[in-house]
Nanobody, 122 residues
Framework: RVQLLESGGGSVQAGGSLRLSCAAS????????MAWFRKAPGKEREGVAV???????TVADSVKGRAIISRDNGKNTVDLEMNNLKPEDTGMYYC????????????????WGQGTQVTVSS
């Protein structure tokens, strides 16, 4: 059974930082494209960052310069570091695994975690 367990969310003030972690079980990060998404109340789900096992990674324009995605295949984890957080970064952050093709921003992933909440106050 595949499980993706997110952690590291919390409440911070604008300008603060958080490091989110996704621990995978039943699936290896090695060989898989992993990604982070977020969903704010009243808004559509948004792709935040993606990491390919090849070493390629990218982040969405909305977090460019403030977010870093990294993976540790030995620990089977994928982290998302968010800096200079803004109130608009508030939302539930989800880890996703096993890319199905197409644009990653649209969320074509087989497996999803339950999410970790990030709340940024001004």
């Amino acid at each position: 059974r595949v499980q993706l367990l997110e952690s590291g969310g919390g409440s911070v003030q604008a300008g603060g930082s958080l490091r989110l972690s996704c621990a995978a079980s039943g699936i290896t990060t090695k060989g898989n494209t992993m990604a982070w998404f977020r969903k704010a109340p009243g808004k559509e789900r948004e792709g935040v960052a993606v990491s390919e096992d090849s070493g390629f990674s990218t982040v969405a324009d909305s977090v460019k310069g403030r977010a870093i995605i990294s993976r540790d295949n030995g620990k089977n984890t994928v982290d998302l570091e968010m800096n200079n957080l803004k109130p608009e970064d508030t939302g539930m952050y989800y880890c996703a695994a096993r890319f199905e093709g197409g644009s990653w921003l649209l969320g074509p992933f087989t497996y999803w975690g339950q999410g970790t909440q990030v709340t940024v106050s001004s």
